[in-house]
Nanobody
Framework: QVQLVESGGGLVEAGESLRLSCAASGRIFSINPMYWFRQAPGKQRELVAGVSQNGGRTNYADSVKGRFTISRDQGKNTVYLQMNSLKPEDTAVYYC?????????WGQGTQVTVSS
């Protein structure tokens, strides 16, 4: 079994910051690309950021570029999302995602709410 567990969500005011964490556990025998997605009520899940296996490459949605930073622990399937200058439109459930051995795994999600 593979599990992804997110943490770090919460309620903040616009302009403030949060740092999300996600740790993978279970039968994982490689370091994998990891991603953050988010989903607001009534909207499709969207890709927020991704990081390569070795952390050397990252990509971001245009809406968060310059404000969010994805990173990972060296040699581990642990990923972070530093979210700065948060906006109300960032409000969503944030999900950690990992592809391992051709399978897709998702965390349970952590709620991020940004008030104006």
């Amino acid at each position: 079994q593979v599990q992804l567990v997110e943490s770090g969500g919460g309620l903040v005011e616009a302009g403030e910051s949060l740092r999300l964490s996600c740790a993978a556990s279970g039968r994982i025998f490689s370091i994998n690309p990891m991603y953050w997605f988010r989903q607001a009520p009534g909207k499709q899940r969207e890709l927020v950021a991704g990081v390569s296996q070795n952390g050397g490459r990252t990509n971001y949605a245009d809406s968060v570029k310059g404000r969010f930073t994805i990173s990972r622990d060296q040699g581990k399937n642990t990923v972070y999302l530093q979210m700065n200058s948060l906006k109300p439109e960032d409000t969503a459930v944030y999900y950690c995602h990992m592809i391992s051995g051709g399978r897709h795994f998702w965390g349970q999600g952590t709620q991020v709410t940004v008030s104006s």
